[in-house]
């Protein structure tokens, strides 16, 4: 099981808005509905940004959307914020296992 | 608030056998439709999941690591552990425990704050 593409890096400036890819196959991404994003500033563990493609868990803020269309599921930051840098990973079921994307580094410049 | 703590030696030799514990505070293991998972990141690179537990004992584990995996539970305890035997350098990295929600829904709500573990002789 490969693991799920998504950019390297992606940028914005204070108050636009950036979206993340992440593409997966048939086995994983395109068959479930159950890619979720995680959060993960330097030396800290990863946080729950999105669930089940694009339902947020409470205490995160509507500025974080998630959507999935076919096999490449999208994480949009709106509004963006300097606490907004750190590095993003999608996460997929795909069938009694799990797999990550390569991560992406979100630059706020 | 459910917390997960990993512990373990922080430096084990190459070919030897990786062990560590997660135990679990803030809520039994054994309640609710929740799976019990390790997940690895070496330095510098991403996320890549061990595998996983559910507190009857069923497993299931990585493909390109299943052959050296064991992830047991002991609800006494209220812990998991990771056992990863024949480690390399190749292993080194901060080993996370996490929590995964079960029922359909498969996403991780809860992780350690997670430990460093190097292969080293």
């Known amino acids: 099981q490969s693991a799920l593409t998504q950019p390297a890096s992606v940028s914005g400036s204070p108050g636009q808005s950036i979206t993340i890819s992440c593409t997966g196959t048939s086995s994983d991404v395109g068959s479930y509905n159950l890619v979720s994003w995680y959060q993960q500033h330097p030396g800290k563990a990863p946080k729950l940004m999105i669930y089940e493609g694009s339902k947020r868990p409470s205490g995160v803020s509507n500025r974080f959307s998630g959507s999935k269309s076919g096999n490449t599921a999208s994480l949009t930051i709106s509004g963006l914020q300097a606490e907004d840098e750190a590095d993003y990973y999608c996460c997929s079921y795909a069938g009694s296992i799990v797999v990550f994307g390569g991560g992406t580094k979100l630059t706020v410049l | 608030q459910v917390q997960l703590q990993e512990s373990g030696p922080g430096l084990v030799k190459p070919s030897q056998t990786l062990s560590l514990t997660c135990t679990v505070s803030?809520?039994?293991?054994?309640?609710?439709?929740?799976?019990w998972s390790w997940i690895r990141q070496p330095a510098g690179k991403g996320l890549e999941w061990i595998g996983r537990i559910y507190t009857s004992g069923s497993t299931n584990y990585n493909p390109s690591l299943k052959s050296r995996v064991t992830i047991s539970v002991d609800t006494s305890k209220n812990q998991f552990s990771l056992k990863l035997s024949s480690v390399t350098a190749a292993d080194t990295a901060v080993y996370y425990c996490?929590?995964?929600?079960?029922?359909?829904?498969?996403?991780?709500?809860?992780w350690g704050q997670g430990t460093l573990v190097t292969v080293s002789s």
């Open positions: 803030g809520g039994s293991i054994s309640s609710g439709s929740y799976y």
């Open positions: 996490a929590r995964e929600r079960g029922s359909g829904r498969r996403f991780f709500d809860y």
